[in-house]
């Protein structure tokens, strides 16, 4: 049994028998980041009173903050308005819009009149951030210092700052008009003689990004450049914010769960635990569009349907050739996706990869063509149908390895995004067109496969 | 075009009319990360010259840590052993390593006794490390102090330790024996009393790994509890290195990579711009199992050929249910894999996810059943065509979801890899277990339906 189920036992009983105290130094032991699966096996009653007594050790916030998005809304519903404007204004303010995002608009409006007047105002500004920017993740807890100010002014500002905020690694140096000149990590802010104004020592052409630049695109320049944290400027180059990489991680996180969904046809709100209805809802509209495209596939079919009327034995390897062209298609596809979402690929380049892969796809079914040809022909015990099966697996993998790569590369040169549709277009248009050409070419031989 | 194109092109321009001083001008404007796409677009010939040029800089090893691994055969081929083991020398024990790894068996050796000896003896004691293991990704660089140090005398120790490592974040307090007590970050010493001891400010329940720990399991410790690094320890506790977080977004974004290979049958050696040959010979294990895989669904259809000799309609709507069992297979297999990804099961709530794919599976099968149904009526002019295919698509859809569930549930508990393989098990079953259901029907219905 996992450590944490374990604990959700003993909680639940020291719930249920009203030892309060016992349960309450329990949770004082768990990590925030650990109370989320904790919750996941809970009740809405029992979640209440977990939460009251975390409001007890005034760790609600935190804890919030760790929770997964799909258990927000039973928490929430456990809350009085007045708790959770309370748990919000001890938020900073990138983890106070993510829980505001999850609230419906009615409440949302209730929780905002409840805040202190600036957190309100701060929460009204950065809602208008557009989402998926960067605006939308960057705290504004940072510490700036002007450029002539010395190494031993800078870290007494540190130390007034209070003991507080570990997690601060650069020092942004500014100047008058708050315009980002350099950063100083606070290591080399140590070394440094203390005499030193920071503009002599900072780094000057630091990495940073704009206010309403795409998350992704940020969290790739912290990972390229190894950087810890990343400010954000408004395009005048003033300062705003910063994004730290533990913000990044979960960005990078995100956007792979959401590539590695996109390629199925799902939607990033249908995780494990979501409620039953909820993944049936989402996926139902991907299923009537793949519903529609399977169809396509069928009505090929059915223009053979006297071919297949004489040579039944056909329709026996229509499985193979839908089963190996999507499997090339994704194949391709997948390839082609990934090195796109790490940056690894550009327009020119694609055409490149269009190219490679549809030679990978001719050489797979050149091999895949004669083993399943050489099968057909002994099972059926007719060459022919070995041929026509050897010959349309080519042709289905050329086209799988083709469109697998140029769907992606000319989505992306639409600017749209790569991964999502691309799967139904390129197994849709494989499958249809490997059985028109497996059938036509069996219309074609009809003579020699009777 | 994309900026590194553009320097690309100027670069080779300058290097074709041997302004080498200008050439090395540009190069030193380009960042290491930089240098990589840049590689992808030259001659093995223009290769040697820029490493050249990088040398000059003393760059090179650098550049070469930053390139992507399958620019490395030919960058190394470019180089003599004894500039190579030069730059091996320069480089950090990760990086070394992760070097070393492309080497052939012979050149690994050659180079292994060009190092100097501590250099050698350090790799050969890394490498003893397991595949995929803390130890192997951990930089044995850090800084370590005794719990009785004062403040003062730590910052002293950093300021000796010279300016180049910026990414110093926290300094490691060890008892006599080295074992690891706790952790200060620098920002905290920064604000400490001079005068007082590490061991009395430090954060004592610092969270560590071992050095034989797998490292997807050490990058999931710091993305949930969003540190900055982790230190590595032996089973005595002896602090033996530090995992930084740069290096734990580089394992986020392979196992993600890994994982979205995995579902589509891709080794993660078959990148977008590896040969063909490399990408055919990686896919083509793979495409025999599934070529396997599908003759199953093929000889499924051949025990119904009588069935299909007397309706050959039915075999219009065969890739109906292949291409929408497949999908709601894959969709299953693909919300379970990712949630074991994150960590977010284990194995009694994977039964939970089990229990909800089915209904999931049930309730879309039920939709996507009508509809197809309805389709099928119309088309074919007969209700019972409609009625055999809406009932195989409920099985098929169930079958499905609960395959795509459950099979990387039992592959985990059986300490598999639940990515690995799962795809072509829960397809190739649902496509057999769908037409043999859908035929079978359409055989004991056979009256109607002609």
């Given at each position: 049994?996992a450590p944490?189920?374990?604990?959700?036992r003993?909680l639940r009983?020291?719930?249920?028998s009203?030892?309060?105290?016992?349960?309450?130094?329990l949770l004082a032991?768990?990590?925030?980041?650990?109370?989320?699966?904790l919750?996941a096996?809970?009740t809405?009653?029992e979640i209440r009173?977990v939460v009251d007594?975390?409001?007890g050790q005034h760790r609600?916030?935190?804890t919030?903050?760790e929770?997964p998005?799909e258990?927000?809304?039973?928490v929430f519903?456990?809350?009085s308005?007045?708790?959770l404007a309370a748990?919000?204004?001890?938020l900073e303010?990138d983890d106070?819009?993510e829980?505001?995002?999850q609230?419906?608009?009615?409440r949302?409006?209730?929780?905002l009149?409840?805040?202190?007047?600036?957190k309100?105002?701060?929460?009204r500004k950065?809602?208008?951030y557009?989402?998926?920017?960067?605006?939308r993740?960057?705290?504004t807890?940072?510490?700036?210092?002007d450029e002539?100010m010395?190494a031993q002014?800078?870290?007494?500002?540190?130390r007034a700052f209070?003991?507080?905020s570990?997690?601060?690694?650069?020092v942004?140096?500014?100047?008058?008009?708050g315009?980002?000149?350099?950063?100083?990590?606070?290591?080399?802010?140590?070394?440094?003689?203390?005499?030193?104004?920071?503009g002599e020592?900072m780094?000057?052409?630091?990495?940073s990004?704009?206010v309403?630049?795409?998350?992704e695109e940020v969290?790739q320049l912290?990972?390229?450049?190894?950087?810890l944290a990343?400010p954000i400027?408004?395009?005048?180059?003033?300062?705003?914010?910063?994004?730290t990489v533990d913000?990044?991680?979960?960005?990078?996180?995100?956007?792979a769960?959401?590539d590695?969904?996109?390629?199925?046809?799902l939607?990033d709100?249908d995780?494990?635990?979501?409620?039953?209805?909820?993944?049936v809802?989402?996926r139902l509209?991907?299923?009537?569009?793949?519903?529609g495209?399977?169809?396509?596939?069928?009505?090929v079919v059915g223009l053979f349907?006297h071919?297949?009327?004489r040579?039944?034995g056909?329709?026996?390897f229509?499985?193979v050739?839908?089963g190996?062209?999507g499997?090339?298609?994704v194949q391709?596809?997948?390839?082609v996706?990934?090195?796109?979402?790490?940056g690894?690929?550009e327009?020119?380049?694609?055409?490149?990869?269009?190219?490679k892969e549809?030679?990978v796809g001719?050489?797979?079914g050149?091999?895949?063509?004669?083993l399943?040809?050489g099968?057909?022909w002994?099972?059926?015990g007719?060459?022919?149908i070995g041929v026509?099966?050897a010959?349309a697996?080519?042709?289905?993998?050329a086209t799988a390895g083709l469109?697998?790569a140029?769907v992606?590369?000319?989505?992306k040169?639409?600017r749209?995004?790569?991964?999502?549709?691309?799967?139904?277009?390129?197994?849709?248009?494989?499958?249809a067109?490997g059985?028109f050409?497996?059938?036509g070419l069996?219309?074609?031989?009809l003579?020699?496969?009777?």
């Open positions: 049994m944490t189920e374990v604990t959700a003993i009983r020291l719930l249920a009203g030892v309060t105290s016992r349960a309450e130094r032991r768990v990590h925030p980041a650990d109370l989320g699966p919750f096996d809970l809405p009653d009173r007594l975390l409001f609600a916030a935190n919030l903050r929770l998005p258990l927000l809304p039973q519903e456990a809350l308005d007045e708790r748990v919000f204004g001890r303010i106070m819009m829980l505001a995002d609230l419906d608009e009615e949302h409006d209730r929780i009149t409840l805040l202190p007047a600036h309100r105002e701060e929460l950065h809602e208008l557009p989402e998926d920017s960067a605006g993740v960057m705290t807890s940072f510490l700036s210092v002539k010395t002014e800078a870290i007494e500002h540190i209070g003991e507080e570990d997690a601060v690694l650069y942004y140096v500014v100047d008058g008009a315009r980002l000149q350099g950063t100083v990590p606070i290591r080399r802010l140590v070394a440094a003689r203390p005499d030193r104004p920071c020592f780094i000057r052409e630091a990495i990004a704009r309403d630049a795409d998350q969290a912290v990972a390229r450049y190894n950087l990343i400027t408004d395009p005048d180059d003033k300062l705003l914010g910063v994004i913000d990044v991680i979960e960005v990078i996180t995100e956007e769960t959401e590695i969904y996109n390629l199925a046809g939607s709100e995780r494990v635990f979501s409620p039953a209805g909820t993944s809802r989402k509209p991907w299923t009537i569009l793949n519903l495209a399977v169809f396509v596939a069928a009505s349907e071919t297949l009327d040579i039944v056909l329709a026996v229509m499985p050739i839908n190996m062209g499997n090339g298609g391709a596809l997948t390839v996706t990934r090195a796109m979402a790490l690894e690929i327009f020119s380049s694609g055409l490149r990869a269009v190219g549809l030679m001719l050489a797979i050149l091999v895949a063509g004669l399943a040809g099968v057909a002994l099972w059926q007719n060459p022919w026509v099966l010959v697996m080519v042709i289905t993998m469109l697998g140029a992606p590369v000319v989505l040169a639409l749209q995004d790569p991964a999502l549709g691309s799967g139904v277009v390129v197994v849709t248009i494989t499958d067109f059985l050409c497996f059938l069996g219309t074609l031989l003579d020699r496969l009777v």
